[in-house]
């Protein structure tokens, strides 16, 4: 039986071991071909690692960084993405917070509605958005994350609900008692006992808003030059098929290392936040 | 002065239960606890003293009546106004805080000054015996410790008024002993009323200077821990204090020359109360503590009755008699408790005796207490 268990434990872990590799390996791709020279990415294999001929160090960063534009789209998908994570973060813990504690048709009705709005694909209300965001001024990039509330709340509410039910009512009642108001209760008590499912939802919703392409090309104004990396990556495309490939590949590595780096910093608070609320509610 | 007035309080909910009515909790609530006095609400599961306790914290409004700590009305006043401290049944402290925090907490929303707050955070923390952990967060500390912490987060506070929710549920029966002690020497050394809220009878007679035994959200009686085991006012309270439970068997009321017998189990009790009069000739139930039934041989008296055995539990120093009598109004089998040098095994027939001065007598209908 323990012989069995270990036959099948080596071949799941080869197996998963493949898997992962084939998962990793589009990432070192983008990062070797990053390194060559925009002639050998073109005329030699992809999948060829970087030669002493065909090495140019830091080069295609360095184009990628002073292309026109890059810094200004670096910007403005920095703002969005911190403007409404926070947003999402606060508005939502808030929202589970109300939901949880409330017991009512209605707190149960809002949490229905938020588990749906999981399950709405955002081809289907995309250009109405388009147009709406268009004519209520959110078309730019301070006032896009009101939409990427709408968007991102969903998850966030489902997650901190299922914390939160984990979270005994007497420590409120206790902090009540000891003289806070409703609204220190939120932020000097729920709040830090939320700090995991915070940082969890914080890296779900930090890795759709950086690497989120359709919502900013379709809702942005382009006429005002606002556009976000994803988006502006696009532009070493050139007319007539031309591609920039080295600062193409560049740039996608500039855009995927910061939250590379985030989510090796965080992902164990990941696993903890998904399954507080599974296992203790 | 923190003496506290329930005066006709109503407690119910807006849901209404399986007839439409709406779910009343406590029906009618009057009560004075009265200042550094030491209560215990007592009662089965669903009787209501939680609720009650809550009440008085603020945590639940009052649907109806009026409920004075002090003087005042506080009925709609904010818990944080009201003077009070809670140790809940979970500890309720801040995970994220360590226990000097835990402790300051409440004093530095009251913006205490800093020197006041250590001050007093160090000598809870020194009564307690908890020096070593203050800088320990809650989840480091042991169960008796955490519920030190939350003993002490009360205690710094100086509140009027101390409530305590079941705070000895979550601990082991060791643990429980030691912190019931500790209770009530805090208690002493305060000062300060406390409410105490469990479904313990041990604790509720061991800590309480008097004792509020509920049902069903009413009072059944409000006595010293004394007055209660001995003089019940009714069937309930007789069999909710005192473990085991006391025991009752219908009997019959006779005329005996001037006196009264009580007779059952072919046994006649005689009994001078003049409360017996207007029962003569009508059936009645009689209470009898474990206690107050012997083995033939260790004690004197005339009343008695021989039983089978069905079952002999040996406690070490006692050993309890189960077993079945004619007249059952409880439906449940009697319990006797005898020294264990008595040696009295599972299906001996023996002989018990009864302390006739220990027998109490109650309203076969009402189950009020007649006489004692």
Redo the contacts between chains.
């Keep these: 039986m323990t012989k069995k268990k270990s036959i099948f434990d080596t071949i799941l872990s080869i197996f998963l071991g493949i898997l992962s590799l084939a998962w990793i390996y589009p990432v070192f791709m983008i990062l070797f071909n990053s390194l060559k020279s925009e002639q050998h990415i073109s005329t030699s294999s992809i999948f060829e690692l970087p030669t002493v001929e065909s090495f140019v160090g830091l080069d295609n960063y360095l184009n990628a960084i002073n292309a026109k534009g890059f810094m200004t789209a670096f910007w403005y998908s920095l703002v969005i993405t911190v403007s409404s994570l926070v947003l999402i973060l606060i508005c939502c813990s808030m929202c589970a917070w109300y939901i949880t504690r409330v017991k009512s048709k209605l707190s149960n009705a809002c949490y229905y509605l938020f588990v749906f709005s999981m399950v709405v694909p955002f081809q289907m209300l995309m250009f109405t958005l388009s147009a709406t965001a268009d004519r209520i001024g959110l078309s730019n990039p301070y006032n896009i994350c009101i939409i990427y509330l709408g968007f991102g709340a969903g998850l966030a509410v489902f997650m901190f609900c299922g914390f939160m039910k984990s979270v005994?009512l007497?420590?409120e009642?206790?902090?009540?008692?000891?003289?806070?108001n409703p609204l220190?209760i939120f932020f000097l008590?729920v709040l830090?006992?939320l700090?995991p499912t915070l940082i969890s939802v914080g890296i779900l919703e930090t890795m759709w808003l950086w690497n989120d392409y359709l919502l900013p090309y379709l809702v942005l104004d382009r006429t005002k030059g606002y556009t976000t990396i994803p988006i502006f990556i696009q532009y070493f495309k050139g007319s007539y098929g031309k591609v920039e490939m080295g600062p193409m590949m560049a740039s996608i590595m500039l855009t995927v290392l910061p939250i590379i780096i985030v989510y090796i910093f965080c992902q164990k608070y990941i696993i903890k936040g998904v399954v507080a609320g599974a296992v203790k509610g | 002065m923190a003496n506290i007035t329930f005066k006709h309080v109503v407690k119910a909910y807006d849901s209404r239960d399986k007839k439409g009515e709406k779910i009343v909790v406590v029906p009618d609530l009057n009560l004075e606890i009265y200042d550094k006095e030491f209560v215990v609400l007592v009662g089965p599961s669903g009787c209501g003293k939680s609720t009650t306790l809550r009440m008085i914290?603020?945590?639940e409004d009052v649907s109806g009546g009026e409920l004075y700590i002090g003087d005042r009305l506080v009925n709609d006043v904010?818990?944080?106004d009201r003077d009070?401290?809670?140790v809940?049944?979970?500890y309720?402290?801040?995970?994220?805080m360590t226990v000097y925090k835990n402790m300051a907490?409440?004093l530095e929303?009251?913006k205490t000054p800093k020197e006041e707050i250590e001050k007093r955070v160090l000598e809870a923390a020194r009564i307690l015996e908890l020096e070593p952990y203050l800088k320990r967060k809650p989840k480091e500390l042991s169960g008796g410790q955490r519920q030190r912490v939350a003993l002490g987060?009360a205690m710094v506070?100086n509140p009027a008024v101390f409530l305590l929710d079941e705070p000895l549920s979550n601990l082991d029966a060791k643990l429980r002993t030691e912190m019931r002690s500790q209770i009530a020497a805090l208690h002493k050394r305060l000062q300060t009323t406390f409410v105490y809220v469990t479904h313990d009878q041990t604790e509720a007679m061991t800590m309480g200077d008097r004792i509020v035994v509920m049902k069903d959200g009413n009072i059944h009686q409000v006595d010293t821990p004394q007055n209660l085991y001995n003089q019940p006012c009714n069937m309930f309270v007789a069999s909710f204090i005192g473990s085991p439970q006391m025991n009752f068997i219908d009997a019959k009321v006779e005329k005996d020359g001037d006196a009264y017998a009580l007779c059952f189990e072919g046994c006649r009790v005689p009994s001078n109360k003049a409360e017996l009069a207007d029962y003569v000739g009508k059936e009645v139930v009689v209470g009898i503590r474990p206690e107050d039934l012997h083995a033939e041989g260790s004690f004197n008296s005339s009343c008695g009755f021989p039983i089978h055995v069905e079952m002999a539990e040996m406690m070490g120093s006692e050993i309890y008699v189960y077993f079945n009598v004619n007249g059952n109004p409880d439906g449940k089998k009697k319990i006797a408790r005898i020294p264990s040098r008595e040696n009295i095994h599972s299906d001996d027939d023996v002989r018990l005796l009864i302390d006739v001065n220990r027998v109490h007598v109650f309203d076969k209908e009402t189950q009020a207490a007649i006489c004692h």
């Design positions: 005994p007497e420590i009642e206790a902090a009540m008692i000891d003289g806070c220190q008590i830090p006992i700090k | 914290a603020g945590l904010e818990p944080k009070i401290a809670m809940f049944q979970s309720a402290l801040y995970p994220h907490f409440g929303l009251r987060r506070r």
